[in-house]
């Protein structure tokens, strides 16, 4: 999500910039189906008594921040 225009030429200017932001975590992006399952868990039965709360699906990028 942040990545726009302005984010895609910083990157390409600085190829330390654009390593340190693309290998942030050791595993791959965030690809639609990691939204769409968390999305079906939240609709879920098992998810009944989750209310009032943000669901990061970033595979730990705000905690690393």
Do not use: F
């Amino acid at each position: 999500m942040a990545v726009n225009d302005s984010m895609a030429q910083n990157l390409d200017r600085d190829a330390a910039l654009a390593n340190a932001w693309t290998h942030v975590l050791p595993v791959d992006m965030v690809e639609a189906i990691d939204i769409s399952n968390a999305i079906a868990w939240l609709v879920s039965d098992d998810a009944r008594y989750v209310t009032g709360t943000i669901v990061p699906v970033d595979a730990g990028m705000l905690n690393k921040c």
